[in-house]
């Protein structure tokens, strides 16, 4: 008889793909996997999720990426998952800092014009 580990085969591992919920320290995130089941008695279909604490060795996952995860060694006390890959990026907006001055330039008071709006096209003559 011969063990996974003497023939160099190692067994398949588990791989998930999930939303990253939070980055909780260096190399860590929680990966949010979704899924739907019955309830036990209703058999209404209801959802459910499972946080997954993941290693992200590079640090290149954002909170709201897409990733596959998979199985591993304990590598800390919750960690048992690592980042395969990013499946699919967040679609984020770059926060930009806006003054003050900036939003009063934009709304109409009652002392200032509000800015010009398109001119309306005349209507056609028949």
């Known amino acids: 008889?011969?063990?996974p580990a003497i023939s160099g085969q190692?067994?398949?591992r588990k791989t998930q793909i999930g939303f990253v919920a939070s980055r909780s320290g260096d190399k860590s995130v929680k990966v949010t996997v979704a899924y739907k089941t019955p309830?036990?008695?209703y058999q209404?279909?209801?959802n459910r999720q499972t946080v997954l604490h993941v290693h992200d060795e590079k640090n290149e996952t954002k909170v709201g990426d897409?990733?596959?995860v998979m199985e591993t060694r304990p590598l800390s006390r919750l960690k048992r998952w690592r980042v395969v890959g990013i499946v699919q990026k967040a679609v984020t907006t770059d926060a930009v800092a806006i003054s003050e001055t900036d939003v009063a330039a934009l709304v109409p008071?009652?002392?200032t014009k509000p800015?010009?709006?398109p001119a309306a096209a005349p209507a056609p003559t028949a």
């Open 44 to 46: 209404k279909v209801v």
């Open 10 to 12: 190692r067994s398949a």
């Open 39 to 41: 309830h036990p008695l």
């Open 66 to 68: 897409k990733v596959e």
């Open 115 to 117: 800015l010009a709006a």
């Open 109 to 111: 008071t009652k002392t």
């Open 1 to 3: 008889m011969s063990s």
